[in-house]
């Protein structure tokens, strides 16, 4: 790889032990990559949650965090996927003492290294959207989903390492998604309805997933008949990133480097073409609903509820009164605005659970079911249903006015 003066330094110790790390972590990601040299990010984005660092990645935080500052401090900035739990609610979700003191240990490291704590998964609509073009380093595959397709940014999935390297660099290797020639339409897939709940959007992405399977595709969808909601892409590209592996997607007229079809699918391209129907949604949803009589539990989670989502759990929830435990998890961005609006406290009053800063399934949630006795859950988020049932969960994809009906008559399906 081509490296500046500046990069050199790095790479020789001359900016600290970190950034001296950091930028060979980088240098052998981009050499397996086939980078040519390194591009500058204006953020990055880390997921760090504990069930997955581990004892052994706590400590190796710790071990910068203890650097003079200006040898350990992010150059750009620096913000978190969401954590393993709501210090709120460690009681009510029976989170193990060793649980959180690994979550406190954690956010004091990253503190040291000058990261702002924003335990997000919906940064872009909340924190500092990109914007069409700008380099960004990460990790979260919602986010760098709906930040390359959506927002026309250009980001790889940044695994928790390389992403942490890319805030203490400020740059990345310039491979994949940064490239023009990688964004381009690998396949086509043709809808001829467009979804009209989050659920329905959440299993067209599931399927357009599954048709693409691989980290290197970009599917054009085509045939939407109108702009969809940002809480729509959302719940779209979370799926079709956790069930096909999927950086990017075009939505023919809709996406900002899609105007056209000849935008992304050149001429004499001779791709892979699909198409998906009505009947293809609903056999995807009933396939994760087969053989469950009733359900344990109901949660909106994976991404995190937006104002508007909490606002919808609020309506839904009004003058009823919730018999299972229903939990709506949002960003602590949101929460604040949901207090001061009233819906949290309605949520609250129907017996549900606003908690905050967290993710279900990133928060020990093999732990919390046996502690709390849950194995059939509901939710209307696919990419939840996709990612829990390695974690021992039957889990049912449903709306979510299906779910809170649900979680009103003791959590049973009717007939």
């Not at 959180?100 to 940064?123: H, S, W, Y």
């Not at 467009?194 to 299993?203: H, K, M, N, Q, Y």
């Not at 357009?208 to 969809?228: E, F, K, M, N, T």
Request: proline letters at 5%; one cysteine or more.
């Amino acid at each position: 790889m081509r490296l500046t003066d500046e990069e050199q330094a790095m790479r020789a110790g001359e900016l600290g032990p970190m950034r001296q790390w950091a930028i060979e972590h980088q240098i052998k990601v981009g050499r397996y990559f086939g980078a040519r040299d390194f591009v500058p990010v204006s953020q990055a984005h880390i997921m760090a949650d504990t069930e997955s660092l581990g004892a052994a990645g706590v400590e190796w935080l710790e071990s910068w965090a203890r650097l003079p500052p200006r040898d350990r401090t992010v150059r750009v900035p620096t913000i978190t996927d969401p954590r393993g739990t709501d210090f709120s609610a460690t009681v009510r979700l029976k989170h193990e003492p060793w649980m959180l003191d690994l979550e406190r240990r954690t956010i004091d490291a990253f503190r040291a290294l000058g990261v702002l704590m924003t335990d997000t998964c919906i940064n872009y609509q909340t924190i500092m959207a990109p914007l069409l073009g700008e380099h960004a380093a990460f990790g979260d595959t919602g986010v760098t989903i709906y930040s390359n397709s959506v927002c026309g940014a250009r980001s790889n999935f940044e695994g928790g390492p390389s992403a942490l390297s890319a805030g203490i660099t400020g740059r990345t290797p310039r491979y994949g998604f940064h490239l023009d020639e990688q964004r381009r339409a690998t396949l086509e897939v043709h809808v001829s309805v467009t979804p009209r709940s989050l659920d329905e959007w959440g299993a067209l992405g599931g399927i357009v997933g599954r048709l693409s399977g691989d980290y290197w595709q970009v599917p054009a969808i085509v045939g939407i008949d109108r702009i969809p909601t940002s809480d729509e892409m959302k719940h779209f590209g979370a799926a079709l990133a956790s069930y096909g592996s999927v950086a990017l997607f075009h939505m023919v007229g809709i996406t900002p480097e899609a105007a056209r079809n000849r935008d992304v699918i050149p001429a004499s391209a001779n791709l892979q073409r699909h198409r998906v129907g009505p009947s293809d949604i609903t056999d995807f949803q009933a396939r994760y609903a087969r053989n469950i009589e009733a359900v344990d539990i109901v949660v909106f989670s994976a991404p995190q509820l937006s104002l508007v989502e909490m606002r919808q759990v609020a309506n839904l929830l009004e003058g009823r009164r919730v018999t299972i435990p229903l939990l709506a998890i949002t960003s602590p961005q949101v929460k604040p605005d949901a207090d001061r609006m009233g819906l949290t406290a309605r949520i609250e009053a129907a017996g549900g659970g606003v908690l905050a800063g967290m993710c279900f399934y990133q928060s020990y949630a093999r732990e919390m079911a046996e502690a709390n006795g849950w194995q059939r859950l509901a939710t209307n988020s696919a990419k939840l249903v996709n990612i829990l049932g390695g974690y021992g969960y039957q889990p049912a994809l449903m709306s979510m006015e299906t779910c809170i009906d649900l979680a009103c008559r003791g959590g049973r399906i009717a007939p």
